[in-house]
């Protein structure tokens, strides 16, 4: 046999044996269940950050809340003001319809812009 065929036996040899020996070890890696100290402190970091996470975005949704309401309000205080010029106006022009002149013509007419205050 030359050297480099000796070699390459003796190479598979070493590498037989060492096969072996792994398979007496057992399996390889961790075995699940068992979780080292590190591993421990990344799950309580990772349940921390999903706990703030959680909270901030309840802070954010408790803002929106506050802010819809609040432009619900001021609409709604809107549609009271419309209606009740409305119901000015209609009254003013029921009062017109029956030629009758309103009472309060001058006010009206300086609210709508056409008579100017001197």
């Known amino acids: 046999m030359t050297d480099m065929e000796m070699q390459s036996n003796k ?12 398979k007496e070890c057992g399996k390889r ?12 402190l990344d799950i ?6 999903s706990r ?3 909270r901030e975005c309840r802070a ?13 309000a001021d609409r709604e205080k809107a549609v009271v003001a419309l ?7 209609i009254q ?3 009062q017109l319809s029956e030629s009758n002149t ?6 009206l007419l300086q609210e709508l812009g056409i008579l100017k205050q001197e």
């Open 44 to 49: 309580k970091a990772k349940l921390e950050r």
């Open 29 to 40: 890696g961790r075995k699940p269940g068992r979780k080292t100290s590190t591993e421990k």
């Open 52 to 54: 703030q996470s959680a």
């Open 83 to 89: 209606r009740t010029e409305l119901e000015r106006l």
């Open 102 to 107: 309103p009472t309060n013509n001058d006010q």
């Open 92 to 94: 003013w022009n029921n």
């Open 11 to 22: 190479m598979s040899i070493t590498e037989e044996t060492q096969a072996q020996t792994r």
């Open 60 to 72: 954010r949704k408790k803002l929106r809340y506050q802010y819809l309401e609040e432009l619900v």
